[in-house]
């Protein structure tokens, strides 16, 4: 007994209807997993804020203000200042840093 073996066409068309069966299952999971989501976040109270991560409480202490320092080298040449922290600017690597200083 020999069976007969599909032609091209009717896989294609097979694979095609497979394909839309399993665009329709995923859309419904989908569906199905939103609801559940949807629901979890009424019971908790969770915002859709929180959700994506942007925290609408009011944070508790004061923010931290972030401060270069007074600058500690100077370049004669082009006036550019360093504090002495961070990484070196060009100017100044390499040299030696006593003759930048600024005078107090």
Do not use: C
Request: net charge neutral; glycine share 6%.
């Amino acid at each position: 007994m020999q069976t007969e073996m599909p032609t091209l066409k009717e896989l294609l068309a097979q694979r095609e209807a497979l394909q839309d069966q399993l665009n329709v299952a995923r859309q419904r999971q989908a569906e199905i997993v939103l609801a559940e989501i949807v629901a979890k976040m009424g019971e908790y109270k969770i915002s859709l804020a929180e959700l994506m991560g942007h925290n609408t409480q009011v944070k508790t202490s004061a923010p931290v203000a972030v401060t270069t320092g007074a600058p500690k080298y100077r370049d004669a040449v082009s006036g550019a200042t360093w504090s002495g922290r961070g990484r070196a600017p060009h100017w100044i690597v390499d040299k030696n840093r006593d003759e930048f200083l600024v005078d107090a």
